[in-house]
T-cell receptor, first 114, second 113 residues
Framework: SAVISQKPSRDICQRGTSLTIQCQVD?????MFWYRQQPGQSLTLIAT?????????ESGFVIDKFPISRPNLTFSTLTVSNMSPEDSSIYLC???????????FGPGTRLTVT | KQEVTQIPAALSVPEGENLVLNCSFT??????LQWFRQDPGKGLTSLLL?????REQTSGRLNASLDKSSGRSTLYIAASQPGDSATYLC????????????FGTGTRLKVLA
């Protein structure tokens, strides 16, 4: 299994500012994803973080709002730009790996925008 | 478009009871299905992964079954304990070559001491 860490674990931010969330994996993985979980809701996929190329965004999510970097096979960042209260969510990094392609999640970053 | 639904949305049971959580999906062409547990404000912990060719998987007091043709999976928890209280999520991965998972709506479980 993969061990995933995220920084920060939580933050309270002002409207209009940006926050960068880091995701570190203890082993090299091909597939890395970013999810959003709004209060009381299930998980929604934001994008697939591709190593060495632009991320692949899901419908409703754009690069200007959620720029993603993936410089290598163990690290990725997600930036939430020009934040509004509607961006208050838990942001989760996940990887798919192993022979069975099981999905593993980081502990999440709880973001509150005031 | 794949849709994943979990019933019930919330469940409260006394300690020691055996219980079943349900997960339904609309497109039976899946690669695998995974059950997760999420504690409040936390990330997800993987419980069981069932490949499309399998009928069930077991881990301790947990047993997950898969009926791909009918678009259903169940998670059976035996002898429930207060520590089992959490939200349980199922997620399916399509067999179309993607590694993306589609998540269900979740079941909030509370086990009363």
């Amino acid at each position: 299994s993969a061990v995933i860490s995220q920084k920060p674990s939580r933050d309270i931010c002002q409207r209009g500012t940006s926050l960068t969330i880091q995701c570190q994996v203890d082993s090299q993985v091909t597939m890395m994803f970013w999810y959003r979980q709004q209060p009381g809701q299930s998980l929604t996929l934001i994008a697939t973080a591709n190593q060495g190329s632009e991320a692949t965004y899901e419908s409703g999510f754009v690069i200007d709002k959620f720029p993603i970097s993936r410089p290598n096979l163990t690290f990725s960042t997600l930036t939430v730009s020009n934040m509004s209260p509607e961006d208050s969510s838990i942001y989760l990094c996940s990887v798919v790996g192993g022979n069975s392609y099981e999905q593993y999640f980081g502990p999440g970053t709880r973001l509150t925008v005031t | 478009k794949q849709e994943v639904t979990q019933i019930p949305a919330a469940l409260s049971v006394p300690e020691g009871e055996n219980l079943v959580l349900n997960c339904s999906f609309t497109d039976s062409a899946i690669y695998n299905l995974q059950w997760f547990r999420q504690d409040p404000g936390k990330g997800l912990t993987s419980l069981l992964l069932i490949q499309s060719s399998q009928r069930e998987q077991t881990s301790g007091r947990l047993n997950a079954s898969l009926d791909k043709s009918s678009g259903r999976s169940t998670l059976y928890i035996a002898a429930s304990q207060p520590g089992d209280s959490a939200t349980y999520l199922c997620a399916v991965r399509q067999a179309s070559g993607t590694y993306k998972y589609i998540f269900g709506t979740g079941t909030r479980l509370k086990v009363l001491a």
